[in-house]
Nanobody
Framework: QVYLEESGGGLVHTGGSLTLSCTASGSIPGFNGMGWYRQTPGKEREMVATATNGGWTNYGDSVKGRFTISRESGWNTVYLQMNSLIPEDTAVYYC???????????WGQGTQVTVSS
């Protein structure tokens, strides 16, 4: 069993910042990396940021230049620094652990981020 525990969500005003963190524990199999997705009601879950074990990072177009993903040196913790937040960033943010195939394999329970205008 793999557990992904997220923290750091909350309410912030437009232009503010938040940092999300996620730690994986349990019987972690070989994996390709970790990342963050977000979802709003009625919409599909979208990729926000990815960090592979090889150090490659990727961002969704809507967050490039504002969000930064980083990993702990032990590899099982991932952070998402979110700056210049806008109301459109309001969503439930989910941490994911990528399988060796590169597909999301495990998900956290989600943490709510709300940006007020």
């Amino acid at each position: 069993q793999v557990y992904l525990e997220e923290s750091g969500g909350g309410l912030v005003h437009t232009g503010g910042s938040l940092t999300l963190s996620c730690t994986a524990s349990g019987s972690i199999p070989g994996f390709n990396g970790m990342g963050w997705y977000r979802q709003t009601p009625g919409k599909e879950r979208e990729m926000v940021a990815t960090a592979t074990n090889g150090g490659w990072t990727n961002y969704g177009d809507s967050v490039k230049g504002r969000f930064t993903i980083s990993r702990e040196s032990g590899w099982n913790t991932v952070y998402l620094q979110m700056n210049s937040l806008i109301p459109e960033d309001t969503a439930v943010y989910y941490c994911t652990l990528y399988a060796l195939t590169g597909d999301p394999a495990y998900w956290g329970q989600g943490t709510q981020v709300t940006v007020s205008s």
